[in-house]
């Protein structure tokens, strides 16, 4: 029982619950800040895997791009203090009965299954090595992908511009 | 408790894969349903990271594929509020069952 071990289990909880909690909540706003600590749950175990580059993707674009992105988004759509509406409780049941389920499955057959990996010498995950690969034009290398991704973003960046134009009325 | 290793790892991402299944079934609120599909996206990250890590340390593919599954989650995002706002704007409500046109 070391330390390490402990604050993974911190972690796990951490994520869990508030995930669980910004799935069940009535209070949208509240929803909004469980799934940031879940998400700096998921951060956090990133660095526990000493995975530190996608920790800090995770942390700089998931908890300061997305989770702000919907708390305004929360603020544009919803009178502050209302309540999502009650869901029915057969819904519930049956949702809840489908997630265990499915639940149930994976882990048995994930629990069944001897993962075979390889005893090659570790490559670090430093910015450096990712950067070499992710714009490498060899093989192994990410540099199609990466320009793919950034036609991507490009893309829906305009797509939202268009869509969340006001239409002016004169116009229709 | 045990050392934790890929196992527990494993665990805590499909627990969290079901929770955002649970919460995407019962929702029906367009805002909490994105962030219901958000923590699936994440658990496949945790997934990634998890096999790269344990699996196959001399490679760092998972961690490619997750940084780009992150970012096409930021343009989905994205394009989901844009959506979201507009819908909000023509109907005053962004319940699923009020906006039953969109499927035509």
């Known amino acids: 029982m070391t330390g390490s071990t402990i604050i993974f289990y911190i972690l796990a909880a951490l994520t869990l619950l508030s995930g669980a909690l910004a799935v069940t909540t009535r209070q949208i706003f509240r929803a909004a800040i469980f799934l940031l600590f879940s998400l700096i749950g998921i951060a956090g175990l990133f660095f526990w895997m000493q995975y530190e580059f996608i920790a800090a993707v995770q942390i700089v674009v998931y908890v300061g791009g997305i989770t702000v992105l919907i708390i305004f988004s929360i603020f544009l759509t919803h009178q502050a203090g209302d309540l999502l509406p009650k869901q029915k409780a057969g819904r519930q049941l049956f949702s809840a009965l489908a997630a265990f389920c499915g639940f149930a499955l994976t882990i048995l057959q994930l629990f069944q299954h001897k993962f075979k990996g390889t005893a090659d010498v570790r490559l670090l995950p430093t910015a450096a090595n990712i950067g070499d690969q992710m714009l490498s034009v060899e093989d192994n290398g990410f540099a199609l992908p990466f320009e793919l991704i950034s036609i991507l973003l490009l893309a829906a960046m305009v797509g939202c511009i268009v869509i969340a134009l006001r239409s002016k009325p004169s116009i229709i | ?104």
């Not at chain 2, 995407?24 to 609120?29: E, G, H, S």
């Open chain 2, 1 to 104: 408790m045990m050392q934790p290793g890929l196992n527990h790892i494993l665990f805590i991402s499909t627990a969290l894969f079901f929770i955002g299944v649970y919460g995407f079934f019962t929702r029906r609120n367009l805002v909490t349903m994105l962030m219901s599909v958000e923590l699936i996206l994440n658990s496949v990250n945790l997934n990634f990271i998890a096999f790269n890590k344990y699996l196959w340390p001399h490679k760092l593919d998972g961690l490619f594929f997750s940084i780009f599954v992150i970012a096409i989650a930021a343009a989905e995002a994205a394009v989901a509020i844009a959506i979201i706002i507009n819908l909000y704007r023509s109907h005053r409500s962004i319940d699923v069952e009020n906006a039953e046109e969109m499927k035509f």
